[in-house]
């Protein structure tokens, strides 16, 4: 098992939807960051978060350290939110981060 | 905000050279860089995680000889693929950070796309 699982992998929504996306994981962490990556492969750092919320424009991350679960939602989402979406971790301790697998997000016009 | 380069975009070599990649922190001093792979619809792989004028850290199942890490200086790090073959095609991304917990403050290249022949 991953020690941090994202879901869902895979999420087609129409333009407008409120969009959320899940991750959890097992390991003691300092931070939780939300990447976003767009077809280009580029990657863009979108939150870095230890506690409770943080929100920038449509986009909102929350952390419960207690359940050991982030959150990170879109609102009026846009074709152009179409991208992939990584949740990684920055382990207790360690220099590295620990990705999830990404969830793959499509928005339809 | 934090800006990371990669240099080159997009590379494309025959089996058997070498390929330099370079990576700059281009408005911070970085004290510790990193280097992903990432194959297609996958996640980042860490493939090595370099400190300014130290030799790098491999993870477990990566070939030190084969992916050469120098980082010389604080803005600039390198990896050198040596005699590329076409399994080495991939896009690798190499992230930037400083301060004494770089796991909570890295800052991401925008990749480099390596096509070996």
């Known amino acids: 098992k991953n020690e941090v699982e994202q879901s869902p992998q895979n999420l087609t929504a129409q333009e407008g939807e409120f969009i959320t996306i899940n991750c959890s994981y097992s390991?003691?962490?300092?931070?939780l960051h939300w990447l976003q990556q767009h077809p280009g492969g580029g990657i863009v750092s979108l939150f870095m978060?230890?506690?409770g919320k943080k929100k920038h424009g449509r986009l909102i991350a929350t952390i419960n350290i207690q359940e050991k679960h982030s959150s990170l939602h879109i609102t009026a989402s846009h074709p152009r939110d179409s991208a992939v979406y990584i949740c990684?971790?920055?382990?207790?301790?360690?220099?590295?981060?620990?990705f999830g697998q990404g969830t793959r997000l499509t928005i339809n016009p | 905000g934090a800006v990371v380069s990669q240099h080159p975009s997009w590379v494309i070599c025959k089996s058997g050279t070498s390929v330099k990649i370079e990576c700059r922190s281009l408005?911070?001093?970085?004290?510790?860089m990193f280097w992903y792979r990432q194959f297609p619809k996958q996640s980042l792989m860490l493939m090595a995680t370099?400190?300014?004028?130290?030799?790098?850290?491999?993870e477990q199942g990566v070939e030190k000889d084969k992916f050469l890490i120098n980082h010389a200086s604080l803005t600039l790090s390198t990896l050198t693929v040596t005699s590329a073959h076409p399994e080495d095609s991939s896009f690798y991304i190499c992230?930037?950070?400083?301060?004494?917990?770089?796991?909570?403050?890295?800052?991401f290249g925008p990749g480099t796309r390596l096509l070996v022949l």
């Open positions: 992230s930037a950070s400083w301060g004494s917990r770089p796991g909570e403050t890295q800052y």
């Open positions: 370099s400190n300014e004028g130290s030799k790098a850290t491999y």
């Open positions: 390991v003691g962490i300092s931070a």
């Open positions: 990684a971790a920055s382990i207790q301790g360690a220099q590295k981060l620990v």
């Open positions: 408005d911070f001093q970085a004290t510790t």
């Open positions: 978060l230890s506690s």
